[in-house]
């Protein structure tokens, strides 16, 4: 266990988004679910057992504290971010043959495993073509239509874009001066989680998913207060 706690608190140096916020973290994770690439056994194994199960039994996660009117652009994006993690395990075969499965008691494969995340987040900045050669973010002519188009199509949203955006480029850049050197340009990870607290943050009162852990995710974003990983469980439903 001690060994564990060392590893994670390691861990938390590790630049681009810190992987702190166990809700966000879900949503990245959710993300990929679905390709067989991104999954360990123990994955498959859920999976498997949920596919013979009842629909009515199965518990819908829900990873979304807005119902706003961007599902289908998220789930756009969210094929797109597959399709990235594939590609980049798939360049870590080529170049270091058949790899390990993720060992959690492994600081090292741990951290490799969040740096793939970033290197996906990159990817898909490049496929959108919203970053230069380097991984940089583009100037918010650019940003302010993807923003629009893939994850702000709400009305009530349009108004907020171009402020959100400069917030979230400022924060960027302040990120990434303090960020270790990294695999892969962070900046666009940075950005995805900086757009999402802001605009979960701004969300209607009548639009806000009513449960106990988006009223906790809300309180924790609004007071700026760090999430802990041990503390998972204050996001439970139950």
């Not at 009842?54 to 996660?61: A, E, F, V």
């Not at 100037?139 to 009530?156: M, T």
């Amino acid at each position: 266990m001690l060994k564990l706690v060392i590893c994670l608190s390691f861990l938390a140096v590790v630049s681009s988004y810190d992987f702190k916020d166990p809700y966000y973290n879900e949503i990245l994770l959710a993300d990929l679910l679905d390709s067989d690439d991104s999954l360990t056994a123990f994955d498959r194994f859920k999976r498997s057992t949920n596919e013979i199960t009842d629909d009515k039994c199965k518990r819908q996660h829900k990873h979304k504290c807005c119902n706003d009117a961007n599902g289908d652009n998220l789930d756009m994006i969210k094929e797109l971010k597959k399709q990235c993690f594939t590609e980049i395990k798939s360049k870590e075969r080529t170049e270091r043959g058949m790899m390990d499965p993720i060992d959690m008691f492994s600081c090292e494969k741990v951290k490799r495993a969040k740096e793939d995340m970033i290197c996906a987040l990159e990817c898909v900045g490049r496929k959108k073509n919203v970053v230069d050669a380097k991984g940089n973010l583009l100037d918010p002519a650019v940003l302010i239509p993807f923003v629009k188009e893939n994850f702000a199509s709400d009305p009530w949203q349009e108004p907020l874009i171009a402020g959100t955006v400069d917030d979230c480029l400022r924060e960027v850049a302040e990120k990434n001066e303090k960020a270790e050197e990294t695999r892969c340009n962070p900046s666009s990870a940075h950005f995805g989680y900086c757009m999402w607290r802001q605009f979960t943050l701004a969300c209607p009162k009548g639009m806000q998913e009513a449960s106990k852990k988006c009223d906790k995710v809300r309180e924790k974003l609004a007071n700026n207060e760090p999430v802990s990983m041990y503390h998972k469980h204050d996001f439970d439903d139950n």
